[in-house]
């Protein structure tokens, strides 16, 4: 019995069409999230209230390093461009491979170990948006925080209504993300029982292959036709229609055996 490595088959059908039914609604939560924060819906308005209530650096950094000809310092992650950039392409990805697996699944050439590889990067990339969302900012030293405020703390802390929307959109798009995370986690959960031993996927496979190899021919394997009733021509040739028209002719000719 040899394991089978790309052609194997996954073990529960149900439990895939479900996780596809939660991956979408979640890719969907995280492409209208994302989506209406892009450019800057509310990350600058964000940053600007942390620095006011003392939980991190200021926005005003970038303003004085034009005003003093100073070149531009690094800004953290979590309040740069770079990560909404990110959430957006990673939320758009999400849905065009969640597609072209559903097709795949549908067609049986969604297979687990192509599957693994896939979960994997998803896992990697929603890991890198958690974080780029939750991230440090050390960028002023006199008002260091290790975690986004937005997060760490409830949006009721800020006076303005409007920065409370603000906190509480960027709550939901960082929960959407967690679960979205926990959903591929899930997948490659399912790959992992896809990929383990499984004797009697392995058994059928082989058995398959034994039946139509040239090797089980030789040894006398043969094609087998059925319903066929034995006579003196089907014993040594093929059963065709036109081999019953010419047992009937036979049998219709009584003068042949008189007349040689």
Same mark, same amino acid.
């Given at each position: ?153 409830? +949006? ?10 603000? +906190? ?9 993300? +967690? ?82």
């Amino acid at each position: 019995m040899a394991y089978i490595l790309l052609r194997r088959q996954w073990r529960s059908t149900r439990a895939m069409y479900y996780t596809m039914i939660a991956e979408l609604l979640g890719t969907v939560a995280v492409l209208v999230l994302f989506g209406i924060s892009q450019p800057d819906l509310y990350r600058t308005n964000l940053w600007r209230a942390g620095h006011e209530l003392g939980f991190n650096s200021s926005p005003n950094v970038i303003l004085y390093a034009y005003a003093n000809y100073e070149p531009q310092p690094t800004l953290p992650f979590v309040w740069s461009q770079a990560i909404t950039d990110f959430n957006v392409a990673i939320s758009v990805l999400s849905l065009f491979l969640l597609l072209t697996k559903l097709i795949a699944f549908i067609m049986h050439v969604w297979f687990p170990i192509v599957a693994m590889a896939i979960n994997i990067s998803l896992v990697v990339l929603y890991v890198v948006s958690m974080y780029g969302q939750a991230g440090p900012d050390y960028l002023d030293p006199n008002y260091p925080s290790p975690v986004a405020w937005y997060i760490a703390k409830p +949006c009721t802390v800020a006076a303005n209504l409007s920065i409370q929307g603000d +906190c509480k959109m960027a709550k939901g798009a960082f929960a959407a993300t +967690c679960i979205m995370f926990g959903i591929y986690l899930v997948n490659i959960g399912l790959t992992v029982w896809a990929l383990l031993p499984n004797p009697a996927n392995d058994i059928v496979d082989d058995e398959d292959d034994d039946d139509s190899s040239p090797t089980a021919l030789k040894k006398g394997g043969a094609w087998q036709m059925h319903s066929i009733p034995p006579t003196p021509r089907t014993a040594t040739m093929p059963y065709t229609p036109r081999t019953m028209a010419f047992n009937t002719l036979e049998r219709k000719l009584p003068l042949r055996n008189q007349y040689p």
